[in-house]
């Protein structure tokens, strides 16, 4: 081949390229290495050739005493089909953050937007495709600033002057094949900036330009954190109380899992917990620690599916086949020992149940049933309290999305509840509803308005007054010491960048749609760094008008490393020891004065788009009633196990469980099938319960020895627990049985009956015969009984009597003639020993009658 032809067959697919990018309206004219493209990062767009991960930042917050130069390691990966040539990365900052939803929308921006860049560093020749090399770069915070070993300085600066959270992003750029160098990946993160650290420790800092510059602490920030400890549902479903000695049945065993020392979730939020409680050193005994801000958020259901584990546990092979084989599960004595670690924690801070089962309330008030909303909110907190050494905070609702209607704001205001912790977006003031619909008449969601104009949201308001409706059979609640309830309100961009925390990022329901990005593309480092910038933003902006105080309201399941929540909880301490913030326990923060302007509850559309179902509001409702009628009839006895309450109880937590929100944020969770199968499930057990107490069939014609005989009659009780039964009877018209009332059956026994009947047939006769519960409901099968009499009724009486008078005038009749001596023809041809004793035994029966004539 020609040299021209050489030259001609490389040209061709650089011009095929060429002509494909101009096709799809991609291609760009760079000018040089730092042109721009589309951001491929946490913008709209996935990478298409190279994958840049953010490995470590150093330090992760700066402060007046840390390093003054920001260490940045990540790696770089060639996810594409080709190789990519000439790779080159930089370190780019923007603007610090002034509005809270910034913390959110700035790592959406367009690379251009981080306007302050350091040179671009060459990081590889060619990464061929697979290929990964990792890189460090090292950039000053402050011009000329120097490392703490004095060295020199670097030769780039983030030109950073004044405490605050920035946000940085690092730039990829390469030249793929067939192509031009273009940006080709990013990763955004924030940096806390809590200080500035001195320009050096030798001369250069001697001037004022050269000291730290640490940030105000005229007015620290109230800090107040739930950290919650919650699981999605795990017991199977169909399964009665108690669930001691091995009867506990799991759906999967991956609880044993989160349970275990090590990398289980739920062990290391509490070994976070542990680092925190440990006695400090150097600490003004005067001066609250972190400890003091800090209040654990149990789930009951958890509690209980834990503490059952500890007395052995069986597993289902496969969670789709609930009434499969099973087999032993494995976390015994991992959920011993972390139920231990927990009894030791909770009595040294505040602890408050949640919701069981971290339940959906409006989808509660909905059901409206009030055996099933005392279980799922009167009862959390004393189950917290019987299974851990504590008296929990009562009166206090957590739900899960942050936000509720108007029928659960009623509902928890009939149960005594005075507060409920809510998104500051799920609250809103008459003037902000008054601005909520536009000239052109369209009305916009209040809450995406509040979050879009970031106005303050006071940390306590007074919701209307609510006057719960009286509900039969409900014991009334004390009164609340002020009318209706209050709400404290969370910030939703700090609970928003802590989700996004851990090995299952999320992005909860109440942020805003238009900040909303898939954040697992992000590096958990990022995300890490996100959220403490995201917690100590508050601290570092004081907002006019707006309140001191920051409410961190993680995700009820929360998925952070013991590394990750410690450095959240470091940071949170680094803010008390800078003086930026001040630690405040949860009683205060419920004992604030609400806002005296009246506000609105506003059901965020983010929430009710992930809210339960109305398909199983009915379903749920409907088994419920059945539990109650059965526990209306069983009997408590004293001294016997279990009692009916014990024995129930299980069967309503599936009801809960079925309301539950765990999960529901996750579009490829399978929530309502699982909640169907645990309906299912129950229904099936609870019908089986029922056909426990039956009739026993007699197995054949039952025979009455006279008309007034009673019906004996066998009935048995399947269950461990005594019940009350009432026999229905359709009697047909020739009979006539007693009801005998209300009757007790023994636990697991039979139990014979006479039942006082009269039959004026004697023909066989079918006689349907069923159990019912005192209250009339229908116990098991019914049976029919075949009965046979012995009487004749009226028919047999009439024919005696007859009888009787027709011996009776025999009798005078021979005797007549015998006492005129006149031969009764019937005599002839009798020889004189037959009549005699004839005459014998009508003189006999004679006396006999006479003697009974007598009175």
């Known amino acids: 081949m020609t040299r021209a032809g050489r030259h001609l067959r490389r ?40 994958k840049l991960t953010l490995d470590s930042v150093s330090p992760n917050t700066v402060t007046t005493t840390s390093d003054a130069i920001l260490t940045v390691a990540g790696t770089i990966t060639n996810i594409g089909d080709r190789p990519v040539e000439d790779i080159i990365v930089r370190v780019q900052r923007g603007a610090a953050i002034g509005t809270g939803s910034g913390l959110r929308s700035t790592l959406r921006q367009d690379e251009l937007n981080y306007n302050v860049s350091s040179p671009f560093q060459d990081i590889a020749d060619r990464l061929t495709p697979l290929q990964r090399k990792s890189f460090t770069l090292r950039v000053a915070i402050r011009a000329g600033a120097r490392g703490v070993s004095g060295s020199a300085p670097v030769t780039s600066s983030l030109g950073i002057t004044d405490p605050g959270v920035y946000p940085l992003l690092l730039n990829v750029n390469g030249k793929p094949d067939y192509g031009q160098p273009s940006h080709l990946d990013d990763a955004r993160f924030l940096l806390p900036v809590l200080g500035l650290p001195a320009l050096s420790t030798g001369a250069d800092a001697k001037d004022d330009a050269g000291q730290p510059v640490p940030a105000p602490t005229d007015a620290p920030v109230a800090i107040t954190t739930i950290w919650p400890l919650a699981d999605r549902p795990r017991l199977m479903g169909g399964v009665t109380g108690p669930l001691k000695n091995g009867r506990a049945v799991l759906t999967d065993d991956d609880l044993a899992g989160e349970l275990k ?107 409206h049933d009030a055996d099933l909303t005392a279980r799922a909110i009167d009862a959390p907190a004393d189950i917290v309290d019987s299974l851990l050494p504590v008296r929990s905070v009562r009166g206090v609702a957590l739900p899960d999305p942050g ?149 961190l309201m993680p995700p009820q399941q929360w998925w952070p490393s013991r590394d990750e929540a410690t450095a959240l909880l470091s940071q949170l301490d680094l803010l008390v020891r800078n003086g930026l913030a001040a630690p405040r326990p949860f009683t205060e923060l419920l004992a604030v004065p609400p806002d005296p302007r009246p506000y609105d509850l506003d059901y965020l559309s983010g929430v009710s788009e992930v809210a339960v179902p109305d398909q199983f509001i009915d379903p749920i409702r409907e088994q419920d009633k059945r539990i109650a009628d059965l526990l209306s009839a069983l009997v408590d006895v004293p001294q016997q196990e279990p009692t009916p309450r014990d024995y129930l109880t299980p069967l309503r937590d599936d009801l809960v469980r079925a309301l539950t929100r765990s999960d529901r944020n996750n579009p490829d969770s399978q929530t309502d099938t699982v909640a169907q199968r645990r309906l299912d499930q129950n229904k099936r057990t609870i019908d089986t319960l029922y056909g426990k107490v039956t009739v026993l069939p007699p197995g054949g014609v039952y025979t009455l020895a006279s008309e007034k005989s009673p019906l004996l009659l066998v009935a048995r009780n399947d269950l461990p627990v005594a019940i009350g039964i009432k026999f229905r009877i359709d009697a047909p018209p020739e009979t006539n049985i007693t009801d005998i009332g209300p009757q007790i059956l023994p636990a697991e026994g039979t139990r014979s009956f006479q039942i006082p009947t009269e039959v004026t047939d004697s023909r066989d006769l079918a006689i349907p015969i069923s159990l019912t519960t005192p209250d009339g409901v229908a116990l098991g099968n019914a049976v029919s009984v075949r009965v046979r009499s012995n009487a004749y ?60 004539e007598r009175p």
Not at 26 to 38: D, E, N, R, V
Not at 409 to 415: F, I, P, Q, R
Not at 487 to 512: C, E, R, Y
Not at 535 to 544: E, I, K, R
């Open 793 to 852: 009724g009226q028919a047999l009486a009439i024919i005696t009597a007859c009888a009787g008078a027709l011996l009776l005038l025999l009798a005078g009749r021979r005797l007549w003639r015998r006492f005129r001596g006149q031969p009764d023809p019937a005599d002839e041809g009798l020889d004189p020993g037959t009549r005699r004793r004839v005459n014998r035994y009508l003189r006999a029966r004679l006396r006999v009658l006479q003697r009974q």
């Open 403 to 551: 936000s509720i209607d108007a029928d659960a704001a009623t509902l928890l205001a009939g149960h005594g509840y005075h507060t409920a912790i809510l998104a500051d977006t799920a609250v809103t003031t008459a003037e902000t509803r008054s601005t909520a619909t536009g000239v052109d008449g369209t009305v916009r969601n209040t809450a995406a308005m509040a979050a879009e104009n970031d106005s303050a949201t006071p940390e306590m308001v007074r919701l209307p007054t609510i006057t719960p409706p009286a509900t039969p059979g409900t014991p009334t609640a004390p009164p609340p010491a002020e009318p209706g309830m209050k709400a404290a309100t969370f910030d939703i961009w700090p609970a928003t960048a802590l989700a996004a925390v851990g090995a299952n990022p999320q992005t909860p329901s109440f942020t805003p749609k238009r900040v909303r990005y898939p954040v697992a593309i992000d590096s958990r480092t990022a995300r890490l760094q996100d959220a403490l910038g995201a917690v100590s933003w508050s601290a570092l902006n004081p907002q006019a008008g707006g309140p001191r105080s920051l409410l």
């Open 11 to 50: 040209l061709v697919p650089m011009f095929v390229a060429l002509a494909l990018a101009v096709l799809s309206g991609s291609a760009a004219t760079l000018a040089g290495p730092a042109a721009a493209q589309p951001s491929n990062g946490t913008g709209s767009s996935r990478p298409e050739f190279l």
């Open 261 to 367: 020392p090590g990398p289980g979730r739920l062990d290391q939020l509490l070994a976070a917990l542990e680092s925190v409680l440990r006695p400090e050193t150097g600490r003004d005994p005067a001066r609250p620690g972190l400890a003091a801000s800090l209040c654990l958020a149990i789930d009951p259901d958890l509690l209980l599916t834990v503490s059952a584990m500890t007395e052995g546990y069986q597993v289902l092979d496969s969670p789709s086949d609930p009434y499969g084989p099973t087999h032993d599960g494995t976390g015994t004595a991992t959920a011993k020992a972390w139920l231990d670690r927990l009894r030791s924690i909770a009595p040294r801070i505040c602890t408050v149940a949640l919701p069981f089962a971290q339940v959906d309330l409006p989808a509660l008030a909905a059901v």
